[in-house]
């Protein structure tokens, strides 16, 4: 079975400092693909960021950056110089690699808000 | 290149209707996926379509089906419905599953609110 944890219900952070939103992870799959999420409150889903289970660099994007810690089983997104704009909920989905399917397994969410 | 399409945005029935929702792909995807989003129960997948065959679902009741058309335009359907399915229903879809790095993008939703 697969899972993933999001502890924080909630965080706060003041424009443009930088947060880490948490994300651990449980599965038997041996290959699995991690994603995170944004969904604003017009209710998009919004990638932001992949890694894979296989890659041995933490993936980046722009401000987005993926602290990946595979014996921990962790997936933590950082967001540098955070912007007013970044208030939303945030999602960890894990994807198993195993086999031929698109099923993502949502975490229940981090609510970020940014404060001036 | 347009994105992923969900039609209505937001929906009102009572109990007992059924309701019939759709999702427009991205240009040249061919699998789509349906999740149902509640505050108590969270993001959950319902079912997945690859060339108008379902090749995945979720632990849902059998008053949830779907369908997905030769275009990869998909529609779920849910029949009689009750209070509980009141949510709101994300539709994605993505280019290639066979990658590892296949993302999913996501319609804005419907929400739908059961009377």
């Known amino acids: 079975a697969q899972k993933i944890t999001q502890t924080q219900p909630g965080m706060f952070v003041q424009e443009k400092e930088a947060v880490t939103l948490d994300c651990t992870y449980d599965?038997?799959?041996?290959?699995?693909?991690l994603f995170w999420y944004k969904q604003p409150s017009s209710g998009e889903m919004i990638f932001l960021i992949y890694?894979?289970?296989?890659?041995?660099q933490n993936a980046t994007e722009g401000r987005y950056s993926l602290n990946f810690q595979k014996a921990r089983k962790s997936a933590n997104l950082v967001i540098s110089a955070s912007q007013l704009g970044d208030s939303a909920m945030y999602f960890c989905?894990?994807?198993?690699?195993?086999?031929?399917?698109?099923?993502?397994?949502f975490g229940t969410g981090t609510r970020l808000q940014v404060f001036p | 290149k347009a994105g992923v399409t969900q039609t209505p945005r937001y929906l009102i029935k009572t109990r007992g209707q059924q309701v019939t929702l759709s999702c427009s792909p991205i240009s040249g995807h061919r699998s789509v996926s349906w999740y149902q989003q509640t505050p108590g129960q969270g993001l959950q997948f319902l079912f997945e379509y690859f060339s108008e065959t379902q090749r995945n679902k979720g632990n849902f009741p059998g008053r949830f089906s779907g369908r997905q058309f030769s275009n990869s335009r998909s529609e779920m359907n849910v029949s009689t419905l009750e209070l509980g399915d009141s949510a709101l229903y994300l539709c994605a879809s993505s280019a290639d599953t066979s990658l590892a790095k296949n993302i999913q993008y996501f319609g804005a939703g419907t929400r739908l609110s059961v009377l």
């Open positions: 989905a894990m994807r198993g690699l195993s086999y031929n399917t698109d099923k993502l397994i």
């Open positions: 890694q894979g289970s296989y890659d041995q």
């Open positions: 599965t038997s799959d041996p290959s699995y693909g």
